[in-house]
């Protein structure tokens, strides 16, 4: 008995020191929350920790490459931030609360800040996580060079003579490495602003390079871009010499300059007087040649082709060798694709005119109006390029087909020439972008009419003066020409051309003159041109050179370096079969 009593209390004794050990170790547990993490406070309360991932400083989207700070910040625990990269592998940095990181991604990078700690409710060690995440955005290079240019004092010059060369440029992103100009197997360094004069004895391509640094993203980008003028010695200027061939004959086609371009884009027309294309192309003045682009939606012929100020080339209605058109479509020079427009007009129209507004809009007038050219021709459309749809334009006073439209330096637009009425009329339309007024021009000092002569399929060309110069078309007279003056409303005769002339060009030169190529006198195609002096108002009495083949129906335009590109041949009966060319011609200056 003795035995076990003392047996028991022995035992009891011996337990008692480990309940005690136990119960002591269990209250520190709960008292400090289960452990610590390593980064910040313990925590009393056994509540997970407070954590936030900031961007310190700008938080502003970053280019590729270039810094961005991140700020984390968390009570209590052990903090890690955590990406993939643009490999796609995960990295994994520690982090100290309120101490930044910086990181330098170079894609739009998710970062994780995960915080680790003990579960509380458990005296084992088992740890719990809570995490945040914040976005870097990279934004896009945009596409930004230097501004730049080369200009030639003259891109003709005489045998003996010199030529100044002038480069500007400007380089905001970064650092301009190198400035040269190119030519031959030389190069000279240049300043920007800075002349220089050189005497070629041949023809020459001087062609400025510039070396950049792209400062804005990291690693730096380098790269180059050029700007080439030609300038040709010559000892008998005003020659036509050939330009490059085209891959298809051409008549009753488009040709325009692509804005900030020196390229030339040819679209649709007939190449053989009953097949109508939708093919272009494009002409390089630097190297002389022609190579195809997109083609059009729809193959056409008596379209028109109109510059838009957001840089894309709007062309309208036309024929595609059954049915006149309603439709337009746009050209985007950056890709080479035409798209159609999100509304066709409400009318077909050909042979119209297309007037780029002072606001950017375009008004359509007039030529041969549909359905199957049975409407009024004086029914107008205006294409709103912001929308991509035309709406309803002011009515023509009159019918009018075979005139020209030309906007004055003032925004009004003037409208001369008719082939289906009286075609001495002439009339501006004043718009102030949103309401359209005719007005009657006064009449001529010489007549009781606007022009002394009634005409239609001239030509208008605004001079630098702001008056307009017509020319030719069919009339009594086809070599007379006259001087609209807007300030007074009045014309005035100039003297008369060397020929007879309708279907022809007239292209404003830098000097203010205008060139006069080719047309049609009634019987033939004309290979003579006329060269009209805008100081004196007469036409030069120096012999013209001549075309290597007659051209009418032809379109004209002053090239990036102030020559004359022209092509194109007569082809207007509809249905009937015609030759057209293939060859193009330049007229220096």
């Known amino acids: 008995m003795t035995f076990e009593i003392f047996s028991s209390l022995s035992s009891n004794i011996i337990r008692w020191p480990r309940l005690w050990v136990m119960a002591g170790s269990l209250c520190l547990l709960v008292a400090c929350g289960g452990g610590g993490g390593g980064g910040g406070e313990s925590s009393s309360t056994g509540a997970a920790p407070t954590i936030s991932l900031a961007r310190s400083g700008s938080v502003d989207a970053i280019y590729s490459g270039n810094a961005a700070l991140l700020l984390p910040s968390f009570n209590y625990g052990t903090g890690v931030l955590s990406w993939k990269d643009a490999q796609g592998q995960t990295q994994i940095v520690a982090a100290t609360s309120n101490v930044p990181i910086q990181v330098n991604p170079t894609q739009t990078t998710v970062y994780t800040l995960t915080v680790g700690y003990q579960d509380p409710s458990t005296v084992r060690p088992q740890t719990l996580t809570v995490n945040t995440t914040q976005t870097v955005t990279i934004k896009a290079t945009e596409s930004l060079v230097p501004t730049f240019d080369l200009v030639a004092s003259s891109n003709l010059i005489t045998l003996g003579n010199t030529v100044t060369l002038t480069p500007t440029f400007s380089w905001t992103a970064g650092t301009i490495i190198s400035s040269v100009i190119n030519y031959g197997t030389q190069s000279i360094a240049v300043n920007s602003a800075k002349s220089e004069t050189l005497s070629p004895t041949t023809n020459t391509t001087y062609t400025l390079r510039l070396e950049y640094r792209d400062e804005r993203v990291i690693p730096n980008v380098v790269a180059v871009v050029e700007k080439a003028v030609i300038v040709d010695v010559t000892t008998s200027p005003g ?77 309208t209605g036309g024929n595609d060798g059954t049915n006149s058109l309603s439709t337009a479509e746009t050209f985007d020079p950056s890709t080479g694709v035409w798209t159609n427009t999100i509304g066709p007009m409400a009318f077909t129209h050909r042979y119209h005119t297309a007037t780029l507004l002072s606001d950017g809009k375009v008004l359509i007038a007039g030529g041969t109006v549909g359905p199957l050219g049975t409407a009024d021709a004086k029914y107008t459309e205006v294409y709103n390029p912001s929308t991509g749809t035309f709406f309803a334009g002011p009515l023509l006073p009159e019918e009018r087909q075979g005139h020209t439209a030309t906007l004055l330096s003032n925004g009004d637009v003037l409208f001369v020439g008719n082939s289906i009425g009286n075609g001495a009329l002439a009339r501006t339309l004043t718009y102030d972008g949103a309401t359209f007024t005719w007005a009657h021009l006064a009449a001529s000092p010489l007549t009781t009419g606007s022009l002394a002569q009634a005409r239609y399929n001239h030509s208008a060309v605004l001079l630098a003066s702001g008056k307009v110069l017509v020319t030719g078309g069919f009339s009594l007279d086809s070599r007379t020409a006259e001087i609209y003056t807007p300030s007074t409303r009045t014309w005035a005769t100039a003297y008369s051309m060397s020929s007879p002339r309708a279907y022809h060009t007239s292209t404003a030169l830098r000097n203010g003159d205008v ?55 007569y082809c207007t009966v509809p249905s009937g079969a015609c030759t057209t060319l293939t060859s193009s011609e330049i007229w220096a200056p």
């Not at 729809?298 to 082709?305: E, K, L, M, S, Y």
């Not at 019987?523 to 012999?543: F, G, H, I, R, V």
Request: hydrophobic share 35%; net charge positive.
């Open 515 to 569: 060139v006069v190529i080719g047309g049609y006198n009634g019987t033939t195609s004309l290979t003579s041109m006329d060269y009209y002096e805008a100081a004196s108002n007469t036409w030069s009495s120096s012999p013209q050179r001549t075309l290597t083949v007659g051209r009418a129906m032809n379109t004209s335009l002053m090239l990036s370096n102030g020559k004359v590109l022209t092509l194109g041949s």
């Open 239 to 315: 020659n036509f010499t050939t330009g490059g061939a085209l891959a298809a004959g051409r008549s009753d086609h488009t040709m325009v300059q692509l804005p900030s371009s020196p390229l030339i884009l040819v679209a649709g027309g007939t190449s053989n007087g009953t097949t109508v294309l939708k093919t272009c192309e494009l002409y390089d003045p630097i190297t002389n040649t022609w190579r195809a682009t997109g083609e059009m939606k729809t193959a056409r012929r008596g379209h028109t082709a109109t510059v838009l100020n957001n840089g894309k080339i709007l062309v």
